[in-house]
């Protein structure tokens, strides 16, 4: 029976340690080899409880990102500092690591399902769908399947819910910190959007210092703060307050918005395409 136990989600945890291996087999000379990565302050992991830990990012690639804290995560928690130096830390991974994403992605392929598998909680989300904006309603399931998952362990989240930097953070973070108080653990990427193609699979370029920073716990009243409130805390901590705009070169702001300007030309061509 220990071979077939299943976790909230029914999904098999010996085919799930399986898939992490292999997938983090091939996937770890692209955070050491192609590229490096910088890691800082992954001692922090080690002091972390097993579960209601919510993890809140900046966001730049699909999958890239998730992949490299699911390498930083398990190399922390099998004594590495700071590093993610020998791959053996993979053979007994951390099975109860989930990632908040988007249901429409993550059924776009057979990778996406396969990561998904891995460790996604699947979500519809309010705003967006099919490369169109939207307005719908939350999905209580969806509220359900997150406190669900931080029950069980560890919840990787972006807020901003898109790779495109300097988006406002969504109120549904802040309302399931207040509902379930996790303890909330920012952290700060960079170079991935450079390293990698946006879906986070090809690699774009290599020779990226690719940095990820884990920050301690904020100091959040579940009680008092009000969702406004938290969302101020998360935008300075992930660095994507209004603010940190003033520091940005105005060379590399237009270079992004060109960036995002030629991805939604692209996106509507093939579209374009795929109706006729």
């Known amino acids: 029976m220990g071979l ?7 999904h098999i945890l010996f085919l799930k340690k399986w898939l992490i291996r292999i997938l983090g087999a091939l996937t770890h000379r692209r955070f050491k080899g192609f590229n490096q990565l910088q890691i800082e302050g992954s001692e922090i992991l080690k002091k972390l409880p097993d579960t209601n830990v919510l993890f809140v990012s900046n966001h730049q690639t699909y999958f890239a990102d998730v992949v490299a804290m699911f390498h930083v995560f398990n190399a922390s928690l099998s004594g590495r500092d700071d590093s993610i130096k020998n791959i053996g830390y993979l053979w007994n991974p951390k099975l109860n690591i989930y990632f908040v994403a988007a249901r429409e992605t993550m059924q776009s392929g057979l990778l996406p399902k396969i990561l998904a598998y891995a460790g996604s909680v699947s979500i519809d989300r ?50 399931i910190i207040k509902q ?83 991805r939604q030309w692209k996106y509507k061509k093939e579209k374009e395409k795929t109706d006729t």
């Open 126 to 175: 309010t705003w967006r769908a099919q490369g169109k904006d939207v307005n719908r309603q939350v999905k209580m399931s969806d509220v359900s399947n997150i406190e669900k998952a931080l029950d069980d362990g560890w919840v990787i989240t972006f807020p901003q819910g898109t790779t495109t930097p300097w988006k406002p953070i969504r109120r549904g973070t802040a309302f």
């Open 4 to 10: 077939f136990k299943k976790n909230p989600f029914g």
């Open 180 to 262: 379930n108080k996790p303890i909330v653990v920012p952290i700060v990427i960079d170079g991935f959007r450079r390293s990698f193609d946006k879906k986070g699979i090809r690699i774009k370029k290599r020779g990226i210092l690719q940095s990820m920073e884990i920050k301690e716990p904020l100091d959040i009243d579940y009680e008092n703060d009000s969702m406004e409130a938290i969302i101020e805390k998360l935008e300075y901590a992930i660095e994507q307050h209004p603010s940190f705009l003033k520091v940005i070169p105005t060379d590399e702001l237009q270079k992004e918005e060109e960036l995002n300007k030629t």
